[in-house]
């Protein structure tokens, strides 16, 4: 035995202090949260501003919009239609003057535009048309002041029968998403919690060990959040940062408290004293938790380069949130280890028990893994295979940013949104020029901006109506141009590419002194995809091959390291195809409940790759280190992949479905995007932790034999890490014959 007490691995002098004063660790760990959360109450968290998360030509048009200082205002349209009335009759303008006369009488709004003023808000067939206003969004929210609008407009829809009176513009449409959205995240986590501790109980077969996994994920999340707050002064958080901290906070506090105590149970069930037990679990699996949350920590360092701030807020946060989360493993969990000793056990279901095995193997895996080392060559082909077919539509990705059209059609909101959509094709959410100059009354830009009116209807990618704002200072002037199609399709790319390349240059871009610049969610979404192609390769680059370096300096083999690498981007590849496959194409549309817009969120690529390449290592990681203690032991390769991948199957298998039940939940929500992410995260997730750790790691290790191991003379200056804690270790189990 290699003692705690003399042993030079980091994590197990961690573990020994942590032993040694279990009580400072313990009550140091919980006042390390409570002041988190202080720092982070008192400091205050900076989120990101608009012109800071729109990449390219988009954001240079939101900053000349800020600094504009046009007030904070929400643009809303009320569409008045019908199917027997034109707007011209009497009866039509009657409602019309209902509707101007109700907003008009509210606090906050400003700027009434009706068809009386403005023959271009009138539909083309006549039987539709728009009254617009401003709301403002200063003191009150403009969420907050839309409510009473919306209710009156209600009230004189049903004072005039065969007349739909209904609103959308930016604070009716964020009421309506900020409500689903907090109804599902509402369901989520009123079932994330419960399933997590249903599975880990299964996992574990008694509470108290079943519940220290959780607290450790939910008290370094916590703590993450808090700290947050300091960096953020600098570097801003995005809105999403938070639940982005809570998804990988919570898979890695569990999947590494998970490893841990697996084994500390195990080494117990072997015979081992509590001191032992813990000895051996701390050199080992928390030797793993080491390695593991380096990789991921390197992984999510990738969106460092992602070219955009929200990458740099999402990175920051969930760096943290493993680095709290690896601490807390290597320290806060030997001493309440070593403080509970056997009471971990405390609260045991019996038919669970019963029904789990006390030498840490696993019956299902035992019994696919002697199939898969019988027939490696057949394994490795079929399931590479396999997974090769499912990866291959990514080939055909198509990416855009999530609008409006992510939502569900069932809101009443997108339903408005459909009609003002069908009646004024671009008019919901137009392209808006913005022009900046030392005066945008002159005739010469006045003139500019005419011509652009002309030359854009002159194209018929362009629709009315076009309209112009121009600041207090008259130094900035806003055109809001309506493309064709309906905003994210072939259409409305090819309007902006129009506008952007032909109409504009042509007038208002050649008027000496005049900045120029095209907004609006087409624009964002055509440059955020831009931005994240460029950068791809370099997120992938940088994080392959640190991953790379780490793996080869931790297991001192080129093939190791290699083979992991190449198996993740499987996994990830894997993922892709089947999320084109569902979301992309609309296969199982009808399940999941979601009509498809034919593309996969920008963001979600990049993210899904730090984001699963580092998850999966942590199995990956803990499955080699296994299988190298056991190689250090004297097995030879086959012996030691049986023994390695049997003893870590149901840890693995249990940390994977935590991960999965949770993510799982995350498709059952109403935005695309979050079906997007759920589906993403759990089905590649699920097909690491079964197809590539069950059978495609094995079996290619079987083929490769002592070629695992293979390191070149020239990396033999690499530090040897020795994986082996016990100079007489207890029986190993053979494998099962191979039939040879």
């Known amino acids: 035995m290699t003692p705690l007490a003399t042993s030079k691995n980091l994590s197990a002098r961690m573990a020994r202090w942590s032993a040694a004063h279990r009580k400072l660790a313990i009550f140091g760990w919980l006042g390390f949260v409570v002041l988190a959360l202080a720092i982070g109450n008192l400091v205050g968290t900076q989120q990101l501003r608009d012109e800071d998360t729109v990449p390219g030509e988009s954001g240079r048009a939101t900053a000349i919009i800020d600094g504009g200082d046009f007030g904070e205002t929400a643009e809303e349209s009320v569409v008045v239609q019908s199917d027997s009335a034109s707007a011209s009759s009497p009866a039509f303008q009657a409602v019309v003057k209902d509707v101007v006369d109700r907003v008009s009488g509210f606090e906050g709004v400003s700027d009434v535009r009706s068809p009386a003023d403005d023959p271009t808000l009138v539909s083309a067939d006549g039987r539709s048309a728009l009254v617009q206003f401003e709301l403002t969004d200063e003191d009150d929210s403009a969420v907050d002041r839309i409510d009473p609008i919306l209710e009156s407009l209600a009230a004189s829809q049903e004072a005039h029968p065969g007349f739909v009176v209904e609103a959308f513009g930016d604070a009716s449409a964020a009421k309506a ?267 010469e830009v006045q003139g500019a901006i005419a011509d652009l009116r002309e030359q854009a209807l002159a194209t018929g990618r362009m629709r009315e109506p076009i309209q112009v704002e121009t600041n207090p200072d008259g130094t900035v002037a806003l055109v809001s141009v309506p493309l064709a199609g309906d905003g994210d399709d072939e259409a409305s790319q090819a309007a902006l590419a129009t506008l952007r390349g032909e109409v504009i240059p042509a007038t208002v871009g050649a008027v000496d002194g005049v900045e120029v610049a095209v907004t609006g969610e087409t624009a964002a979404s055509k440059d955020f995809n831009e931005l994240t192609k460029d950068r791809v390769p370099f997120v992938f680059a940088f994080v392959l091959l640190l991953a790379f370096a780490l793996l080869l300096v931790s297991f001192r083999s080129v093939v190791i390291a290699a083979k992991a690498v190449l198996l993740n981007l499987l996994s990830v590849a894997a993922a892709y195809g089947l999320l084109v496959l569902v979301f992309q194409y609309g296969y199982g549309e009808s399940l999941l409940g979601f009509d498809s817009t034919g593309a996969i969120v920008s963001w979600l690529p990049l993210f899904l790759f730090v984001i699963l390449f580092g998850l999966s290592m942590d199995y990956h990681v803990f499955i080699l280190s296994r299988i190298r203690e056991a190689i250090d032991r004297g097995l030879d390769t086959e012996a030691a992949v049986a023994h390695g991948i049997k003893s870590t199957a149901g840890v693995v298998s249990a940390a994977a479905l935590v991960m999965v039940a949770v993510f799982s939940i995350f498709a059952t929500l109403s935005t695309i995007d979050m079906k997007q992410l759920g589906v993403g995260l759990a089905a590649a997730l699920l097909i690491d932790a079964t197809i590539v750790r069950g059978v495609l790691l094995p079996s290619v290790m079987k083929l490769l034999g002592d070629w695992n191991w293979y390191l070149p003379r020239w990396l033999e200056w690499l530090p040897q890490v020795s994986h082996e804690t016990e100079k007489a270790p207890r029986a190993v189990p053979a494998p099962a014959p191979s039939g040879r």
């Open 177 to 443: 998403l900020d409500e689903t959205v907090a109804e599902d995240f509402q369901r989520a986590e009123l079932f994330a919690i419960p399933l997590t501790l249903g599975i880990l109980l299964l996992a574990f077969g008694a509470l108290v060990a079943a519940t220290i996994p959780l607290v450790l994920g939910l008290t370094a999340v916590a703590a993450a959040l808090g700290l947050a707050a300091l960096p953020s002064q600098v570097f801003p958080m995005d809105e999403a940062s938070s639940s982005v901290i809570l998804l990988i906070g919570l898979a890695v506090g569990v999947d590494y408290s998970l490893f841990y105590l697996k084994r500390e149970r195990e080494e117990r069930a072997a015979g081992r004293s509590p001191r032992a037990a813990l000895e051996v679990a701390a050199a080992t699996s928390g030797r793993a938790v080491l390695i593991s949350g380096l990789t991921v920590i390197i992984a999510l360092a990738g969106m460092f380069l992602g070219g955009s701030a929200i990458w740099t807020a999402i990175a920051i946060g969930t760096i943290l949130v493993v680095a709290i989360a690896v601490t807390g493993s290597l320290t806060v969990l030997p001493a309440l280890l070593s403080w509970l000793g056997d009471r971990v056990e405390k609260g045991k279901i019996p038919l669970l028990r019963r029904l789990r095995r006390d030498d840490g193997d696993s019956r299902l895996w035992g019994a696919v893994l002697n199939r898969v080392l019988r027939r490696p060559l057949v394994s490795a082909v079929a399931a590479g295979g396999f997974l090769l077919a499912l990866a291959a539509p990514a080939a055909t990705i198509h990416t855009e940013l999530p609008g409006l059209s992510s939502l569900p059609r069932d809101l009443e909101i997108m339903q408005t949104y459909d009609r003002i959509q069908t009646a004024f094709p671009g008019g919901p959410l137009p392209a808006v020029v913005a022009i900046e100059a030392d005066d945008v009354g002159s005739t």
